[in-house]
């Protein structure tokens, strides 16, 4: 699973170039032109099962802020932050001393989308993000690290065009895969590859304001 999913992603970026070239239709924009687009979302991910992320947490929904920055007809960077909260379930290494637990992420990546037919795009993202799962409150917090690699594909449809002359409305959805990593987590060796290895998927959707 985990390797289909990583082939599929760099397939995609591998490909992507050409695949722009031949499906572009005539653009508003010059290419080149920078542009900037923030966005919301909302997420759902599952933990892999067999994993401490996975066993511990039954996670609820989770709102994703988005910035994007790039120039027309070229591959772009981006900014998010994203925040999940999540109930404890029966375990055995938290002892049952935490009830509140938030995991705010913040991470970087680069994203790339090509026009399939009028008002619709593909888009994949490649990304690498800190995810911390934060138990209770201060001064008496418990928090892990986790890394988060990962990659995206989404599709992006324009709902309305040069709203108020400013920006382009466009709804997104699709979903991503993570291989998360917590490393720095201090552990007996029996436990680590269950402690601080996990997958995940997510799937996302909400709205890009992109402005001209």
Known sequence: M?????????????????????????????????????????????????????????????????????????????????????????????????????????????????????NLDLRGELGYGQLQVIHGLSPSRFILDYGNYSGRLAFQYTVAKEVKGVFDLKLVFGGNYSLLNGNKIVINPSDRSYMQRANAVQGIFGIHLLYL
């Open 2 to 118: 985990i390797r289909r999913s990583l082939f599929a992603s760099l397939l995609f970026w591998a490909v992507l170039p050409g695949f722009s070239q031949e499906m572009k239709e005539e653009e508003r924009l010059p290419k080149g032109q920078f542009t900037f687009a923030p966005g919301a979302a909302l997420g759902y991910r599952a933990f892999e099962k067999g994993t401490f992320l996975g066993d511990t947490y039954a996670v609820g929904l989770s709102y994703r802020l988005t910035l994007d920055f790039g120039f027309q007809g070229y591959p772009g960077v981006g900014l998010y932050f994203d925040k999940q909260e999540a109930r404890i379930q029966n375990n055995r290494f938290l002892g049952g001393f935490f009830i509140e637990v938030r995991m705010p992420e913040t991470g970087i990546y680069l994203y790339h989308q090509v026009p399939l037919v009028k």
